[in-house]
């Protein structure tokens, strides 16, 4: 088997404008947000007074986006929620569409979450220029000192650069991760498989043998500790793993010295996937708060709170 690391499949491209690819990303991303704009729709029509479940966990999702957009850049700046919210639910999202097995992450691709980081630097950029005007934003480089110019231009450009480079390489560097263990377990498994085989069917009935002893094993002891202390039962699914892994095995092995199965990846069987969960689910997550939240700080900080005076204007 192939490691494949590569970047998105193009799927076709578009003949105009010297070519546009129609890549997974643009797949993925699309699909995201119909599924954004479709639940937009469905959850905001026939609000009730009295609200369902439902509408109680919207609005409940909604109030703590505006608690939280509050806190972190100030009541004046509750316009920006709709804007971070969809940030949110993009990359939520579309970390989470990867969990299909058919459609990539569109976070796993620069290209998707560049195009959000440098939203938000056009954002600030924009809020700088209305606050200060073009020549007080253009003057702000050169401050402290003319010499630091070269510096805060840097900056200004690593920002979304950063931004973007930190939630691309989480998501993508957990697929490649989980790809590699994926590859490496199944070339165990042909390995160990080929070993139980070549023995003919002995070493195959032998481990089918023993497993199904641990499992029995397994079973009465645990309606035997079922009220003891959890160290004890704890224990007890020792025999679980043990014969289960030596029950699938012997099987397999079995298979493979028959000639009727082969090159089952019996050793890849649920790991991989407990890593996909956690790369996609919980990092997805936490990628996608972190970018929120630096999107926050940052466009918070290019609109600072009014004077009272301008206030009370």
Not at 117 to 130: D, K, R, T
Not at 180 to 197: E, H, K, P, Q, T
Not at 288 to 293: D, M, P, S
């Amino acid at each position: 088997m192939e490691l494949n690391v590569t970047g998105a499949f193009i799927y076709f491209t578009i003949p105009i404008f010297g070519g546009i690819p129609i890549t997974q990303t643009t797949v993925s991303s699309f699909l995201v947000t119909l599924i954004l704009i479709i639940a937009s729709i469905r959850l905001g029509k026939n609000l009730k007074k009295r609200p369902g479940g439902v509408q109680v966990l919207v609005e409940k999702g909604v109030s703590m986006l505006y608690g939280m957009v509050a806190d972190s850049m100030g009541e004046h700046n509750l316009h920006w929620a709709p804007f971070i919210g969809t940030i949110f639910l993009s990359s939520i999202c579309g970390s989470f569409i990867g969990l299909t097995g058919f459609l990539r992450s569109s976070t796993a691709d620069l290209s998707c979450v560049m195009v959000w980081a440098l939203m938000v630097s056009v954002i600030i950029w924009y809020n700088n220029i209305s606050r200060d005007g073009l020549g007080g934003w253009l003057k702000g480089f050169t401050e402290p000192i003319v010499v630091m110019t070269p510096m805060n231009i840097i900056g200004e450009i690593a920002q979304p650069v950063s931004m973007a480079f930190r939630h691309f390489g989480n998501v993508a560097g957990g697929g490649v991760i989980t790809s590699i263990l994926y590859v490496a377990l199944s070339g165990a498994s042909a390995m160990v498989l080929r070993l139980v085989a070549a023995n003919g069917y002995l070493m195959g009935a032998v481990l089918l043998a023993v497993g199904i002893a641990l499992l029995l094993l397994w079973k009465r002891n645990s309606r035997y500790n079922a009220g003891k202390e959890k160290k004890e039962r704890k224990g007890a699914k020792r025999y679980l793993i043990l014969g289960g892994a030596c029950a699938m095995i012997g099987f397999f092995g079995l298979l493979q010295a028959a000639g009727v199965l082969s090159g089952v990846p019996v050793l890849a069987f649920g790991i991989p996937a407990v890593l996909s969960c956690y790369f996609d689910l919980f990092s997805g997550f936490v990628q996608a708060y972190v970018f929120t939240l630096l999107s926050m700080v940052y466009i918070g900080n290019s609109c600072p709170a009014p004077a009272k005076g301008e206030a009370a204007q």
